[in-house]
C-alpha cells in the first residue's frame, strides 16, 4: 500500500477555507484516495473518496491532480468544531481491506 | 443504524491479567475490523473478519492476543496476560463490501 505524507498540524480560524496536502508518489493505479476525521475519544470517521479530478460532498471537497501524486481535501468555513485529526489514506476502492493511516493532520480551529 | 458499538468504552487492569473487548458491528455488516491505537498515532491494522472466517491477522497480533467472530455477528478480542505495552485504545469497524469503514468509539485499556 502507497505510503501517505502529510503535515504534521495546521492552524485556522473560524470561516475560512482550510486545504490540507497530502502526498503519495507511489500510488498504485487501482487505488483510490481517501480521507477520515477523528476527534478525541472517538473512532474515525469517513469523509470522502476520489479516484481523480474533483470529487464534492456536503462536507467537503477533494482535489486530485492528473498525475495523482498528492491530493488536497478542502473544508470550506471551517468551524471550532472541525477541530480534530485529518488522515489520508490510499488503497482500494473505499479500502475494503485493511486501512493505512499515518499518523495525520492535527488542524486547530480558533475563533 | 446504531451505529458501531464498543463494550466496555474503558478497561483497567493490572498486568498479567487477562481482559475481553466486544464489538457489535452495523447490523447486516458482513466485514468486521479490530485496530489498535496509541496516543499521537493512527490507527494500526490488527485483524479482520468477513461473516465468521478470521480473513487476515497482523503481525502485532502476537499470541496473546485473539479474535473471534461466532455466527458473523458480534465480535470479541481477548487479550492474556496483559503487559504495559498493551495500553491503547482497541477500535472496532465494520463494512459492507464497497462501502467505507465505519468505527465505533474504541475501548480504551489502561494497565497498572
Known amino acids: 500500500l502507497a505510503k501517505t505524507t502529510q503535515p504534521i498540524s495546521m492552524d485556522s480560524y473560524e470561516g475560512q477555507e482550510v486545504n490540507i496536502t497530502c502526498s503519495h508518489n507511489?500510488?498504485?493505479?487501482?487505488?483510490?484516495i481517501t480521507w477520515y476525521q477523528q476527534f478525541p475519544s472517538q473512532g474515525p470517521r469517513f469523509i470522502i473518496q476520489g479516484y481523480k479530478t474533483k470529487v464534492t460532498n456536503e462536507v467537503a471537497s477533494l482535489f486530485i491532480p492528473a498525475d495523482r501524486k498528492s491530493s488536497t481535501l478542502s473544508l470550506p468555513r471551517v468551524s471550532l468544531s472541525d477541530t480534530a485529526v485529518y488522515y489520508c489514506?490510499?488503497?482500494?476502492?473505499?479500502?475494503?481491506?485493511?486501512?493505512?493511516f499515518g499518523t495525520g493532520t492535527r488542524l486547530q480551529v480558533f475563533p | 443504524d446504531t451505529g458501531v458499538s464498543q463494550d466496555p468504552r474503558h478497561k483497567i487492569t493490572k498486568r498479567g491479567q487477562n481482559v475481553t473487548f466486544r464489538c457489535d458491528p452495523i447490523s447486516e455488516h458482513n466485514r468486521l475490523y479490530w485496530y489498535r491505537q496509541t496516543l499521537g498515532q493512527g490507527p494500526e491494522f490488527l485483524t479482520y473478519?468477513?461473516?465468521?472466517?478470521?480473513?487476515?491477522k497482523s503481525r502485532l497480533l502476537s499470541d496473546r492476543f485473539s479474535a473471534e467472530r461466532p455466527k458473523g455477528s458480534f465480535s470479541t478480542l481477548e487479550i492474556q496476560r496483559t503487559e504495559q505495552g498493551d495500553s491503547a485504545m482497541y477500535l472496532c469497524?465494520?463494512?459492507?463490501?464497497?462501502?467505507?469503514?465505519?468505527f465505533g468509539d474504541g475501548t480504551r485499556l489502561s494497565i497498572l
Open positions: 489514506l490510499v488503497g482500494g476502492s473505499y479500502n475494503t481491506d485493511k486501512l493505512i
Open positions: 469497524a465494520s463494512s459492507l463490501a464497497l462501502e467505507p469503514q465505519h
Open positions: 473478519f468477513q461473516n465468521e472466517a478470521q480473513l487476515e
Open positions: 507511489n500510488i498504485a493505479t487501482n487505488d483510490y
